[in-house]
């Protein structure tokens, strides 16, 4: 069974510049994570998924970061404009979840390094 | 201070040697995470445990839910393992499913 898919791997764009992520998450798993990772540091979370609703999105700088799961599978991440301190890598990761709090063994995908000039 | 320490923050080791790395963490959690991560960003998940010990292979994994502290130990160690370990912790009354990291052990092990 396929993982975390995610795409594109790697990302060179100049700052101001629009950029787009793209995560397939694996069969059944409801709860999708985007994270941010920068250099020496862990994950940290952006925004959880429950099926199509954004259900923890309290991390995420909405002036500049947007992201959707229309049919509660694939999800995309966006960062428009893109500035020099959002070079990092961005994970998706997915767990079978639950809507109640219940949470489970998240998978992670390869993650988009993101490189801003 | 962090919610999750891991400590050493760099391990080098010599191939077939037994290997430590701790996590102590200061918020009350469900379960914890081990994860592994290669250069090029990729992460898996070792473990999840809530209590006790797990075992995969030369992989062992521990959790004090009292004392807030787990280990991953690894036996027999391999230039293989090189990679970067990370602690998770989550599922707690405030965090619900989000996962709080640590800042990871990165492991060398030379041949």
């Known amino acids: 069974e396929a993982g975390v898919v995610q795409s594109p791997r790697y990302k060179i764009i100049e700052k101001k510049q629009p950029v787009a992520f793209w995560c397939n998450p694996i069969?059944?798993?409801?709860?999708l994570y985007w994270y941010r990772q920068n250099l020496g540091q862990g994950p940290e979370l952006l925004i959880r998924?429950?099926?199509?609703?954004?259900?923890?999105d309290s991390q995420l700088p909405k002036d500049r970061f947007s992201a959707e799961r229309l049919k509660g599978v694939d999800s995309t991440l966006k960062i428009q404009p893109a500035e020099l301190g959002d070079s990092a890598v961005y994970l998706c990761?997915?767990?079978?979840?639950?809507?109640?709090?219940?949470?489970?063994?998240?998978?992670f995908g390869p993650g988009t390094r993101l490189t801003v000039l | 201070k962090n919610e999750v320490e891991q400590s050493p923050q760099n391990l080098t080791a010599q191939e077939g040697e037994f290997i430590t790395i701790n996590c102590s963490y200061s918020?009350?959690?469900?379960?914890l995470h081990w994860l592994q991560q290669h250069p090029g960003g990729g992460i898996v998940s070792l473990f999840m445990?809530?209590?006790g010990k797990k075992k995969h292979g030369r992989l062992i994994a521990t959790i004090n839910i009292q004392e807030k502290h787990s280990s991953l130990h690894i036996t027999a160690s391999h230039p293989r393992d090189s990679a970067v370990y990370i602690c998770?912790?989550?599922?707690?009354?405030?965090?619900?499913?989000?996962?709080?990291f640590g800042e990871g052990t990165q492991l060398t092990v030379n041949p």
């Open positions: 990761a997915s767990s079978l979840g639950g809507v109640h709090g219940h949470w489970g063994e998240q998978f």
């Open positions: 069969s059944g798993h409801n709860t």
């Open positions: 998924y429950e099926n199509e609703e954004a259900v923890d």
């Open positions: 918020v009350g959690i469900s379960a």
């Open positions: 445990l809530s209590s």
């Open positions: 998770a912790v989550g599922g707690g009354e405030t965090s619900g499913s989000r996962l709080t």
